[in-house]
């Protein structure tokens, strides 16, 4: 696949670019603006352009061009899943567009290069099937094997997930036939013999991997595995040989924890206890967080003296300059050495666990915390065991099990992690108030340790959801005022998502100005792209609702770049917003347009009321009353627009549609039910003002004259009671003239 990516980005610029033969338009300049930036490679400033172009309505060769152009921008800046929603929309018209098979193929590559398996299937048989002599037939041949291969891999990835590890080798074999040279057939190599591991037939591993021993790209999982096979087999001199060449080769490599662990594994069962310590106080020092973390504090337990190593922490002068990441070493250092059977219990137990063997690791643990209370081990039983119970969704167990540990050790430096992992149990068996009394006390008692950051966003959230925006406020801004700065990835996810529940907070109280305000100082700090995207929607969001429509406009149209690829449930409000616009310009079509591809694209979008109330007005603008009111209907019959202003507004709309087709009894009538079914005093007295005037219309003064009266008197102070006051004045005025005129 890069190869051929590769070889993408070499030809993009040798396919030939007919732009200037676009019929002229209002974007013209615009047009051959971006063709000059596209011609330059300036991609960005380019698919910008194009973008702007893309919105041309009065165009649609000019508006499929630009879609395929952008798409083919995007492509170059690597936003694959951008690209193919627009190689998609220029296909829309393909009878516009002289690059309709370019923009097929692109459509299956992007969806290919963005990792949607499905529609590159899908896009790219097509080009096949249409397009039989097409220039990208070998690409897309060669994509559809590849894209067959990593289906493959991905039912054995399943399979292996599973612990169904003969059938996975069997998949991985297939995928392995289907990619025949490439990166996926080196992959398969690797997950068999991960299955053949797992199998614990090791002295088959080297064999499976003979093909890429010269593999420098490789070498790390190469090593590893290698490592694992002899390790698996107690050759502990070839297991630290591999290992110790992986570690070489990894850098930042994702199983380099882990590669860390198993090196000093494999040398304390060689008995060499000094190299162990080494790897397991590296692993310590560079990975503080890792699941291993525990299992190589446990071995340092069994390799380090404590006569030489503790003394000196706990020396003032020593202990103000250690580096804080080596806390953990301390920790483990404060237990007691030796060979005790409580010790040997907890190895074992241990090894059982890393092995996999649940049941028997759970049931050493039990066993070591019945028999031998008050020491390190079973400190530590305590933990693991707890931790193993929660990870099997064993909820209850893991709870009695770190209350325990709470309760017995109560001065450890695991205290706060452990009242942490409590409280999300409590949380996770629905036992909300414990679990806020938990994360209380984190926040309150222990502000400084890594756990008060989520503590606060979790006690925020709670708050929020019962709707008291001080309290959710206050954690919130406690998290944004002290971790602003945080190092530690997981507490600058939570940093990041405080400002995007800060945002929704002011949304609440309609404090607009405030999320322009915090979003103009934090904005540029995020740096996670779903949370870029949510602070984007927020920041369009408050342009929207001050009424500042044209920065709103620019600023929606720039978020459906963000959002594509993401699948949250607020993204369908980026379409929805956008149509909404499009409908104060009335451009009906248009927002027809945007509406057919929300519904299409966000099928179970929770407000989707609102979206066939808005199409309502399209059809009406329309002219098209009979189908607006279809569309209203759906407003009125939907659960979920009861009660709501929506709701009202479309009952009053199907009265404007009869009152625009000069049928005033139906339309009085449908208006009446504004005031007599909904809640809404500003439409209950636009309602009666309209509701008064079919009574003019049909020249029943009395009646018009009755409902204007008693409107004044129910909705005092609303934005239509000088209306109101008029039409009395009107209404008194023809009576006095003419007792009755009332049609017969």
């Given amino acids: 696949m890069r190869r051929l990516l590769r070889q993408f980005l070499a030809t993009t610029l040798t396919w030939a670019v007919c732009l200037f033969s676009i019929s002229a338009s209002a974007n013209e300049n615009a047009y051959r603006e971006a063709t000059r930036l596209y011609q330059q490679a300036q991609w960005q400033q380019a698919a910008e352009l194009f973008a702007e172009c893309a919105s041309d309505t009065a165009n649609l060769?000019?508006?499929?061009?630009?879609?395929?152009?952008?798409?083919?921008?995007?492509?170059?800046?690597?936003?694959?899943?951008?690209?193919?929603?627009?190689?998609?929309?220029?296909?829309?018209?393909?009878?516009?567009?002289?690059?309709?098979?370019?923009?097929?193929?692109?459509?299956?590559?992007?969806?290919?290069?963005?990792?949607?398996?499905?529609?590159?299937?899908k896009q790219l048989t097509k080009y096949v099937e249409q397009y039989p002599q097409g220039d990208s037939l070998a690409y897309a041949k060669q994509y559809l094997h590849e894209i067959a291969a990593t289906t493959q891999m991905s039912l054995g990835q399943s399979q292996y997930d599973a612990g169904n590890y003969d059938a996975a080798i069997a998949t991985f074999r297939e995928a392995q036939d289907l990619a025949g040279n490439g990166n996926l057939a080196e992959r398969s190599h690797l997950a068999i013999g991960w299955s053949l591991w797992k199998l614990q037939r090791y002295d088959v591993i080297q064999a499976e991997l003979q093909s890429l021993a010269e593999n420098s790209r490789l070498a790390v999982e190469y090593h590893y595995l290698l490592g694992m096979a002899s390790y698996g087999q107690s050759e502990w001199a070839s297991a630290t040989n591999h290992l110790q060449q992986a570690v070489q080769n990894a850098n930042d490599h994702a199983n380099l924890d882990a590669i860390l662990f198993y090196l000093g594994e494999s040398y304390f069962r060689s008995q060499n206890r000094e190299a162990a310590t080494k790897w397991f106080q590296q692993l310590i020092a560079r990975y503080p967080t890792s699941k291993w973390c525990d299992d190589a504090q446990q071995r340092l337990t069994k390799t380090v003296t404590p006569v030489s190593l503790i003394s000196p922490l706990n020396k003032p002068s020593t202990r103000n300059n250690l580096d804080p990441k080596l806390h953990l070493i301390e920790e483990s250092l404060l237990y007691p050495t030796g060979s005790s059977p409580a010790d040997l219990l907890l190895d074992e137990a241990v090894g059982l666990e890393r092995d996999g063997r649940f049941d028997p690791a759970i049931a050493a643990y039990h066993e070591l915390i019945e028999k031998h209370p008050g020491n390190s081990a079973h400190q530590e039983a305590l933990k693991r065991s707890a931790r193993l119970h929660q990870k099997l969704a064993q909820y209850s167990r893991a709870r009695e099990l770190f209350k325990t540990y709470l309760t017995s050790y109560a001065d450890t430096p695991s205290h706060t992690k452990v009242l942490a992992e409590l409280a999300w149990i409590e949380d996770r068996l629905g036992n909300r108030p414990e679990a806020a009394k938990a994360f209380i006390k984190l926040h309150a008692e222990f502000p400084q340790s890594p756990q008060a950051a989520t503590a606060a966003y979790w006690l925020a959230l709670q708050a929020a959801d019962k709707k008291d925006n001080k309290q959710a406020t206050h954690y919130v801004d406690w998290l944004l005022k002290n971790h602003a700065a945080s190092p530690t990835k997981q507490t600058r996810q939570l940093w990041e998502q405080s400002v995007c529940l800060k945002c929704q907070l002011a949304a609440s109280d309609n404090d607009w100005q405030t999320i322009q305000k915090l979003l103009h100082e934090t904005r540029d700090q995020i740096n996670e792209k779903p949370t870029q995207a949510r602070a984007a929607f927020w920041q369009?969001?408050?342009?929207?609702?001050?009424?500042?429509?044209?920065?709103?406009?620019?600023?929606?149209?720039?978020?459906?770049?963000?959002?594509?690829?993401?699948?949250?449930?607020?993204?369908?409000?980026?379409?929805?917003?956008?149509?909404?616009?499009?409908?104060?310009?009335?451009?009906?079509?248009?927002?027809?347009?945007?509406?057919d591809q929300l519904e299409q694209q966000h099928p179970h979008f929770e407000l989707d009321y609102e979206a066939d109330y808005l199409r309502g007005r399209a059809l009406a603008g329309r002219a098209q009353m009979s189908d607006a009111r279809e569309s209203y209907d759906k407003v009125l019959a939907n659960p979920k627009a009861t009660n709501t202003e929506t709701a009202a507004m479309a009952q009053w709309m199907i009265g404007e549609t009869f009152f625009h087709q000069y049928d005033y009894p139906r339309a009085r009538e449908v208006y009446l039910k504004v005031i007599d079914q909904h809640t809404q005093p500003e439409w209950q007295a636009r309602a009666a003002l309209q509701a008064g005037k079919c009574w003019?219309?049909?020249?029943?003064?009395?009646?018009?004259?009755?409902?204007?009266?008693?409107?004044?008197?129910?909705?005092?102070?609303s934005d239509s009671e000088k209306k109101l006051q008029t039409r009395l004045k009107w209404a008194d005025s023809q009576i006095t003239k003419t007792p009755s005129t009332k049609r017969l």
């Avoid at 500042?548 to 720039?558: D, H, S």
């Avoid at 949250?568 to 104060?584: D, G, S």
Wanted: net charge neutral; with cysteine.
């Fill in 540 to 595: 369009a969001e408050a342009e929207f609702r001050l009424e500042n429509y044209k920065q709103a406009r620019i600023a929606f149209e720039k978020l459906t770049l963000q959002v594509a690829g993401l699948s949250e449930p607020w993204i369908a409000m980026v379409p929805l917003r956008q149509a909404q616009l499009t409908a104060r310009r009335q451009q009906w079509t248009e927002t027809l347009k945007l509406l």
């Fill in 696 to 717: 003019e219309l049909e020249g029943d003064w009395e009646k018009a004259k009755a409902l204007y009266t008693t409107a004044l008197k129910r909705w005092t102070g």
């Fill in 61 to 121: 060769a000019n508006r499929s061009a630009a879609n395929f152009y952008l798409g083919e921008c995007l492509m170059q800046l690597g936003d694959y899943a951008v690209a193919q929603q627009h190689y998609q929309n220029a296909l829309k018209n393909p009878q516009q567009l002289p690059q309709a098979d370019r923009a097929l193929f692109r459509a299956g590559e992007s969806a290919w290069f963005s990792g949607d398996l499905p529609e590159a299937k």
